[in-house]
RNA sequence: GCUCUGGUGGUGGAAUGGUAGACACGAGGGACUUAAAAUCCCUUGCCCGCAAGGGCGUGUGGGUUCAAGUCCCACCCGGAGUACCA
């Protein structure tokens, strides 16, 4: 009988639908394990070869751990709101819920094909009613929690009115936007407007006027990790800098946990760097300079209101070289110390900054460009008086916004003193004591190594002590204080668009208002157009049934908006990653309409053992989630202060494109790759990958692909068309796109899973070449062919064959090295192939190693070796050791260290034995030359050198 | 610039410090066939040699070791992340 993979895989497919063999249960007396990929946004290109690879191998290891005898959660769902689906909205006035009910149909089919185990009872999906009320719900709660550093976690923030009400800000150190001080009698004379405002300074969900960048061209403002070199990732849009009124979720208050929390969790070095980078924690002090009076005149300040200016160093034992200070053009310190001699100057560079794009900005981060505001701080340790100047090269939105400058020990304030012509002091020297003329140098010297020089009471200190004693000595004074900075920023929660999560606020006079829990979700309503409005605001601006009736509780029409009863909405969406951030809670208990999910149901599951997927989410997604994930472990509803206990990053599958050679003196020419002598007679064109096989054009679809191809003429070498090839992105413009309903149809699901798996590491990324599949393909083949055999007495030779598989393959499923594991059961097979074997007692356990890799092929053979129920079902077969050793050993023969000839000894041999065996051989003799060995290494099992 | 990765045949890749190139593709040769497909067998890192055998070989240069693709130092090249973060 054939393998015939297009009647078996739908057969099975079926079976298990049928049976619900993917079903999973809250509760077993087994051991549980959470398996879970990142769930897809479902674009309208479909999938393509590259997403199934993660959830492959997730599949595998899901289905590994059940023959193990666990309970596995391996749940999908869809990321289903975006951006795509509604710039395709504004193009053609079809509604993304429409476009994407349809892409998620497609996903589907082609996500069934592959024969995943996934638990489709469990799916969610970000744009349903019924799930995004959780997300609403769950910011509605950071709207109702500050964060509290000395409690460690969010608490409530009644709690929070109730402690300003008793003892106003005394003895509180909770996060915040700007730091606050004021007593109970202040608090308890404001009205509901003034308490409003100043909540929403600690609230973890929380409204501000902050710099957003701004997105014209998609009318959005975006998240930090969503913009790229000042351009938009999603399309590729300039982005701008923009003072808004925007949401933000205050995930800066958790930015130490996020660091810590790395220690704890299994992923890969290079992952945890690119979150330790993103967070970007530093250790240094805040120093406060007093602005000098002297060059104050009446109509600035008054000498007793005169301000000090904060900064924030990592390098206080560089404070002795500091000759200048520099604020950032937004500070608010400007207006105040600037003198009036230079204030045209100064508003003119302020304005002159802020209003360039940001892209600008970064364009010409080597320009330097300032002001010197004519004011001068003094410096507390040595009362020098130094000139406070204004550059965009000091950024508002870390530290303080400004710095003191050490030109000698830092390269862009060296730059700047330089262009300005300020002074450079050496402050630090790489020898103890040795110096040199600033004026000669030609970059600053920034190693925090080396010891310090012209520093008052450091000096000669190495420079880790004299950090230490300066931040002593400022402590002493009370001038500064040991701090700790990120470079991490609160996410900016709003979105301007259409296609996400309404956020549950409304407003009155101005103060948004929580709407009451039990009224979600809030649903998202019909508009007519998806644009934004007229009067620029975001397209929700468009619906006419979008206000709160705060009596009835319930959404009624914009024209009853009385500002009394009935409140306007919030006009916002929740942007991405909104959505994603708590799914892989949901999963554990998706149908619960009380709860996000049971307190059970997350007893049970715990977090994530397993998540995969790709690393380009580190600082998006991975980042949210694990911060959504804290916050509901303070509300005691996570189960664990991390969410993903291991993770494994699928590397990117690259495209590989084929390209054939047109000539330049020929235009309708196409030389076959080998016949070129020259590039530069022949221009490339990519060709498309799915009329090329093996680099070997066809001809006749070439022809048909294009008009313009019809009549092409071809030189060929050896009667066959060559084409050349290079590793490029996978795209579309490229023309190789694989999509994987091609190669199932053509091989089978089976053939397609293991050579995803077969093509290298996991973690790897690789380019996609289908030149390697039918190798794989044989191998299934061959498999199938071996349970032909008749069932005979087994050998020990088989069984030798079969043990050595099941502990190598357990060996590399364990450690995610699904290739080799592959190469293992063609090797395995090839053995048994020529043992002859159709014993039973090796094909079934046989079986049972392969399910996870190829269901459908082991699904088959199961049943046709006379079982009645799944394979899934069945036992991970265990290795015995008996089989395993081995009567004689292969021992290569080294001669000081260098390979010679390998000699069989009996495996028990000790040394004595071995030198010996290797000294009576002719082969030992003759390398030996009659010389004694110096030295003999021996390893038992291993190998034997000898040094003579 | 900084951080993280990786560099092994024609290709994808394998190798707890212990026989470098497993497994597979491709290529070459052969068997079966009227022929093709399918299947099977042999060869396949490079160089010298009819062979036996030998020399060289994991980006480059050093080092540690009886023994290095693997560990250490320096450098070169590719990929990713980040980018005036004080």
Redesign the pocket.
Do not use: H
């Given at each position: 009988m054939e393998y015939n993979f297009g009647e078996i895989e739908p057969r099975w497919q079926n079976y298990w639908r049928e049976h619900a063999v993917y079903h999973v249960e809250n509760h077993s007396a087994k051991p549980h394990y959470y398996v879970l990929d990142m769930f897809p946004y479902p674009s309208g290109a479909g999938l393509h070869v590259g997403h199934p690879l993660g959830y492959i191998a997730s599949d595998i290891y899901a289905r590994y751990k059940r023959l193990r005898g666990y309970n596995v959660l391996h749940p999908m769902g869809y990321d289903a709101y975006g951006l795509p689906a509604e710039q395709y909205a504004i193009q053609t006035g079809q509604h993304p819920a429409v476009t994407t009910e349809q892409n998620i149909a497609r996903y589907r089919e082609q996500l069934d094909k592959i024969g995943f185990s996934f638990d489709w009872s469990r799916e969610v999906r970000t744009c349903d009613p019924k799930y995004y009320r959780w997300t609403q719900w769950t910011f509605l709660q950071l709207f109702k929690h500050y964060y509290d550093n000395v409690a460690g976690k969010a608490l409530p923030i009644a709690q929070l009115e109730e402690r300003f009400c008793r003892q106003g800000t005394e003895g509180l150190d909770a996060a915040c936007t700007q730091p606050m001080t004021f007593t109970a009698e202040e608090w308890c004379s404001w009205d509901e407007a003034r308490r409003a405002e100043v909540l929403m300074n600690y609230r973890l969900a929380y409204q501000a006027d902050t710099y957003v960048n701004w997105c014209a061209e998609l009318g959005t403002v975006l998240a930090?990790?969503e913009v790229?070199?000042g351009l938009s990732v999603r399309g590729g849009y300039p982005v701008e800098r923009k003072l808004m009124r925007q949401w933000s979720l205050r995930i800066t208050a958790y930015a130490q946990r996020l660091v810590d929390g790395l220690d704890q969790v299994e992923w890969?070095?290079?992952l945890k760097?690119?979150q330790r980078?993103?967070i970007?924690r530093?250790e240094?002090a805040a120093v406060y300079f007093k602005v000098d009076s002297g060059q104050l005149t009446v109509g600035n300040a008054v000498a007793s209101q005169l301000p000090t200016l904060e900064?924030?160093?990592?390098?206080p034992d560089t404070i002795f070289g500091v000759t200048f200070m520099v604020l950032?053009p937004e500070h608010e310190l400007i207006d105040q110390i600037t003198t009036p001699e230079k204030r045209d100057e100064v508003m003119q560079y302020v304005t002159w900054a802020k209003n360039r794009s940001e892209r600008e900005?970064?364009a010409?981060?080597?320009?330097v460009?300032g002001v010197f505001t004519g004011a001068y701080a003094v410096n507390p340790l040595t009362e020098e008086k130094i000139p406070i100047w204004v550059s965009?090269?000091?950024?508002?939105?870390?530290?303080?916004?400004a710095?003191?400058a050490?030109p000698a020990h830092?390269s862009?304030d060296f730059?700047f003193a330089r262009h300005f012509n300020l002074p450079i002091r050496q402050v630090v020297s790489l020898e103890k004591g040795v110096t040199s003329d600033p004026a000669t140098w030609t970059e600053s010297i920034d190693a925090k190594t080396g010891y310090s020089v012209n520093s008052g009471f450091v000096t000669g200190m190495k420079v880790k002590d004299a950090m230490r004693a300066v931040i002593d000595k400022i402590e002493q004074m009370g001038i500064g204080h040991r701090t700790v900075?990120y470079?991490l920023r609160d996410a900016i929660f709003s979105r301007q668009r259409y296609w996400g999560e309404p956020f549950p606020i409304y407003y009155k006079q101005g103060i948004p208002y929580p709407i009451p829990e039990d009224c979600l979700p809030l649903e998202l309503p019909e508009v007519k157009d998806f644009k934004p409005t007229a009067t620029g605001e975001p397209p929700l601006g468009h619906a006419q049934r979008w206000a709160w009736d705060e009596a009835h509780r319930c959404v009624v029409e914009n024209s009853q908006i009385d500002h009394q009863n009935i409140f306007p909405l919030e006009l916002s969406t929740m942007p991405g990653f909104a959505g994603s951030s708590g799914y892989y809670l949901r999963y554990m208990d998706p149908t619960n309409d009380q709860a996000y999910f049971s307190p059970q149901a997350v007893a049970y599951w715990q977090n994530v053992d397993l998540y995969v997927g790709g690393?380009?989410h580190?600082?998006g997604h991975l980042i949210y989630a694990r911060f959504w994930n804290k916050f509901l472990f303070d509300l005691g509803m996570a189960a664990k202060d991390e969410p993903f206990q291991k993770l494994i990053n699928q590397g990117?599958i690259q495209g590989r494109s084929n390209f054939v050679y047109r000539s330049k003196q020929d235009n309708n020419l196409f030389l076959s790759k080998g016949l070129i002598k020259d590039m530069a007679d022949v221009t490339p064109i990519h060709v498309d990958i799915n009329i090329v096989n093996?680099d070997?054009l066809d001809i006749e679809r070439f022809r048909a692909w294009r008009p313009e191809f019809a009549d092409a003429r071809f030189q060929l070498e050896?009667g066959r068309y060559i084409c050349g090839w290079e590793i490029e992105k996978m795209s579309k413009s490229m023309f190789n796109v694989q999509n994987p309903d091609d190669l199932v149809a053509r091989y089978g699901a089976d053939t397609l899973r293991l050579y995803e798996m077969?093509?290298?590491?996991v973690e790897?990324?690789?380019?996609w070449?289908t030149?390697?599949i039918?190798?794989?393909h044989?191998?299934l083949?061959?498999l199938w062919k071996l349970y032909g055999n008749a069932d005979s007495e087994v050998t020990n030779e088989a069984l030798k064959v079969l043990h050595k598989t099941i502990k190598k393959i357990t060996d590399d499923i364990e450690r995610f090295?699904f290739?080799?594991a592959?190469?293992t059961f063609?090797?395995c097979v090839?053995q048994l192939?020529?043992l002859k074997c159709g014993s039973r007692q090796v094909l079934e356990p046989l079986t049972i190693l392969i399910a996870p890799f190829a269901p459908h092929i082991a699904e088959e053979l199961w049943h046709q070796t006379g079982h009645q129920t799944t394979v899934c079902d069945a036992t991970w077969p265990q290795y015995d050791p008996q089989y395993l050793v081995q009567d004689t050993v292969?021992y290569?023969v080294?001669f000081?260290?260098?390979?010679?000839?390998?000699i069989p000894l009996p495996a028990g041999s000790t040394q004595a034995e071995a030198l010996a065996a290797v000294q009576a051989s002719p082969d030992g003799q003759?390398?030996m030359e009659g010389r004694e060995p110096r030295?003999v290494?021996f390893?038992p099992g291993?190998?034997i050198?000898i040094?003579l």
């Open positions: 930090n990790d790229v070199n890969s070095d290079s760097e690119i980078n993103w970007g530093s240094g900064i924030f160093t990592t390098r950032c900005r970064q010409e981060v080597k320009k460009s965009d090269y000091v950024l508002a939105g870390y530290g303080t916004g710095i003191m050490v830092d862009r730059a900075n470079r690393a380009e580190g600082t990117m093996n070997i050896d077969f093509l290298g590491p790897q990324a690789k380019p070449d030149n390697g039918e190798g794989v044989r191998f083949k061959k090295s290739n080799t592959v190469s063609m090797i090839n192939t020529d292969n290569p080294q000081n260290g260098k390979m010679r000839f390998t003759r390398w030295k290494i390893v291993k190998i050198n040094v």
